[in-house]
């Protein structure tokens, strides 16, 4: 997956339950389309029921198509690590289980090298106090998440799942 055009391009993040993850990059000016799904697995079209038994590989992530004049990659990973705990290896808050790692599936070489910097700059900041288990890795398949999943919080009038 690369650039949809010249004006837009991707971004794929898994930062724990895409419903959450979703809503905050849905209010990011510049971000101009989300969608949850799966990405980073072993089974073709996987379903939620299928990641959720965490035997296909797939994390649970948010595809952004966004516009880098209106909002930079770099604004977008600050965002992605403000909004999860990046030190917490393969859950997010009480949800456990791989589909909720913390990782970047970059779309671009200048993507990577990005994400991989924005860590480096963290952890030499000492911006949180156990190592970024977040791990970046390249763009693979993405699977949309049925369509219940789309805009799940938005649709019940909620900014966000946390108790």
Same mark, same amino acid.
């Given at each position: 997956?690369?650039?949809?055009?010249?004006?837009?391009?991707?971004?794929?993040?898994?930062a724990g339950c895409f419903w959450g993850v979703e809503v905050t990059f849905a209010t990011v000016?510049?971000?101009?389309?989300?969608?949850?799904?799966?990405?980073?697995?072993?089974?073709? *079209?996987? #379903?939620?029921?299928?990641?959720?038994?965490?035997?296909?590989?797939?994390?649970? !992530?948010?595809?952004? &198509? $966004?516009? %880098?004049?209106?909002?930079?990659?770099?604004?977008?990973?600050?965002?992605?690590?403000?909004?999860?705990?990046?030190?917490?290896?393969?859950?997010?808050?009480?949800?456990?289980?791989?589909?909720?790692?913390?990782?970047?599936?970059?779309?671009?070489?200048?993507?990577?090298?990005?994400?991989?910097?924005?860590?480096? *700059?963290? #952890?030499?900041?000492?911006?949180?106090?156990?190592?970024?288990?977040?791990?970046? !890795?390249?763009?693979? &398949? $993405?699977? %949309?998440?049925?369509?219940?999943?789309?805009?799940?919080?938005?649709?019940?009038?909620?900014?966000?799942?946390?108790?």
């Amino acid at each position: 997956m690369s650039n949809t055009n010249s004006e837009t391009q991707k971004a794929t993040f898994g930062a724990g339950c895409f419903w959450g993850v979703e809503v905050t990059f849905a209010t990011v000016p510049g971000v101009l389309d989300t969608e949850v799904g799966y990405e980073g697995g072993q089974l073709s *079209e996987p #379903t939620y029921k299928d990641v959720c038994t965490d035997s296909t590989g797939h994390a649970e !992530v948010v595809e952004l &198509t $966004f516009d %880098p004049g209106q909002v930079n990659y770099s604004a977008l990973l600050d965002t992605f690590f403000s909004l999860h705990d990046p030190t917490q290896l393969n859950r997010q808050g009480p949800d456990t289980g791989t589909q909720y790692r913390s990782v970047i599936f970059y779309h671009s070489p200048e993507q990577e090298a990005e994400a991989k910097q924005k860590i480096e *700059e963290l #952890t030499a900041a000492k911006r949180f106090a156990k190592p970024i288990e977040t791990r970046v !890795v390249p763009a693979e &398949t $993405f699977w %949309p998440a049925e369509d219940y999943h789309q805009r799940y919080l938005a649709k019940r009038g909620l900014a966000s799942c946390h108790i």
